[in-house]
């Protein structure tokens, strides 16, 4: 379909959609209505009952945590997707040795660049398992600790140049991180399950609130989706690079990248 | 503050506008980061700091990250061909 | 005022569809999904919001304060965890698209022709 008949039927969606938008932001409740019962409730009782004190932690991993069990399996099945796709078409000689690009002329980094992404590197990494582990005191949670873990595995690549990040950070231990994790959030769901209660039910001990240890298997939770995550991102940061390089190629000891 | 929230949804509305009128996909990734970078700013004014922290690290950090090398990997890829 | 931020989001979203539709490159289009994606984030936590009240974060307030909706920043977070999966997995397709066919506009791919 070409140009000037998709900016057609745009126009046409347009035309009949926009009245329509405007009459439901007519309709809608006012911004800034009081909260619904289902989260003013939420934030009145969890903080007794599970002894927690971030609520959107609390929502996604105890009192919806079927959903989040299912959003953990479907971020594993599409990296597993991508990186089925990526190394289907280009091998699974998966090396230990970073591939090269056969003829590329390579500037190498600068003093300051390596020496800041090391210590950012550091810092980043410990901050995202520091906000793993206490997603259910402070804003947090599994998910942005290890988003920002997997962005400290990022920061490592700028700083040290393929070939040495490839040596630090080996492909099956971010198989073994990504999957790991994913299987210990569903065994932690299971493990319930197994001793009679419901899915997901909290059996281990409340712990006190404001304290690294509340919520029971929320904080297992928390940790196994965040080092889950973690992996997902390295692999495909690795997957992706990859991609631009040539892995039969022999590799040459004083090029880097 | 409705002076603050407003003024932010206007900025995200900018920034989306940004991102889709970037037609070079290189300079696009720019635009993407600072996109992130707003709707972060406007989840916080909206009293989300959870989902402020995850927007910052995923939309701003490492979704820009991976259309770069997909562009490397794409250029690439025809120079070899 | 009460109204912007539901404009805001259809704005968004319109626009994002502009985009796809008139996108020259795939990696282009890719990004303006994006776009339409955060439409829906901004649109779940207009609607928890309540004037003057705080984030449902109990550490230093008692649970009796005003906050506002957790479940719905509940909803925009898996929103965000499906937006990154989805934006991956189309960049791989894109990838494998240039491999195979060695152009990335999609006004110039022709779906399945046995010659090309």
Known sequence: MTTPWRLALFVLALIVLVPAVWHVALALPAFGAPTEQYGAAVNALLTATRHVTNMVAAVNFDVRGFDTLGEESMLVCAVTGAVVLLRGTRGESMTDRAGKIPGRAVAPRTDATVLVCRIAATLTLLFGVYMALHGTVTPGGGFQGGAIAGSSLMLLYLGEGYESWRRMVRSPALDVLEGGGAFVFVGAAAVPLMLGYALLQNVLPFGTPKDLYSGGLMVVANFAVGVSVAGSFGLLLLEF????RSPDSESMPDEED | MSWLIGGAMVLAAIAGLAVVLSRDPSRQIYALAANGIVLTLL??????????LSELAVNTVITPLLFLVTLAAARINKARQ | ?????????????????????????????IGCLTVCQSATYLLLLSIGYWWGAGPPIFYDHPPGTPAVDPVLQALVLTDIVVGAAVTALLLVIALQVHKRRGTLDPQSLRPLRPSQ
């Open chain 2, 43 to 52: 989840f916080f004014v909206l009293q989300a700091p959870d989902v402020a």
């Open chain 1, 241 to 244: 690079m990859e991609e631009t």
């Open chain 3, 1 to 29: 005022m009460s109204i912007l931020p539901w404009l805001t989001a259809a704005w968004l979203f319109g626009i994002g569809v502009y985009g796809v539709v008139t996108s020259r490159h795939y990696v282009h289009l």
